[in-house]
């Protein structure tokens, strides 16, 4: 099925947003973009019982939290996993199969015109394996993790070279992979790897592990 994001329209109240994407379609993904609001869980809750039928992904950073920060699978802090909590029961409430996250990032950084600038080496992805066991051991629902790319010429981003997004999914094979095809060929040229080939392995050899593609 084909979902189109919340992110796609800038408009902060949430419910606003499911109520034009459904004229569209009744696939949608929340994720980034809206603006934290009071009983934000029952009234999406209360549209898809409305609606029956509706169906809903969460993707990254949803839902809002009070305070931005950078969400970062990587970074096993409770402030990462008390975010990642609160979308679990929107997961749960919608019944939907999954979660899907970015892989996240090797290192802390500022964000200055959208790319990421004065990182340093923190996170390595014996962090990541620690937070997919930790996602498995409170949650039945699948995870998917998705691939990300150089930004702003620095490689500050796991599952970047399809290398990195192999080594992901032989890290467990529990994880899923949310496929980013617009990412991989940022890889594939920044890396200079061959895009097409690339595409085809993670096909060939893990299209049972591919949950979604973006």
Known sequence: MLY???SSIKNVNIIKVINQL???TNNIELSGG???QKNMLYDISELNNKYDNLNFLVHSYFPPPVDDFVLNFADKSSQTRTFIAESMKYIKELDILYYSVHAGFKKDFKIK???LEDGRGSFVIENIKENIN???DNYTEK???EN?????QNETCFASHIDEIIELLELDNRVFLLLDLGHLKISARF?????LEAVNLLFDKYSNRILEIH
Request: glycine fraction near 4%; hydrophobic fraction near 45%; avoid cysteine.
């Open 134 to 136: 930790w996602f498995y």
């Open 4 to 6: 189109i994001s919340t």
């Open 143 to 145: 995870l998917a993790l």
């Open 191 to 195: 890396y200079k790897f061959n895009y």
């Open 22 to 24: 459904k004229t569209i």
């Open 113 to 115: 015109n959208e790319i």
């Open 34 to 36: 809206t603006k934290i």
């Open 148 to 152: 990300l790319f150089p930004n702003g």
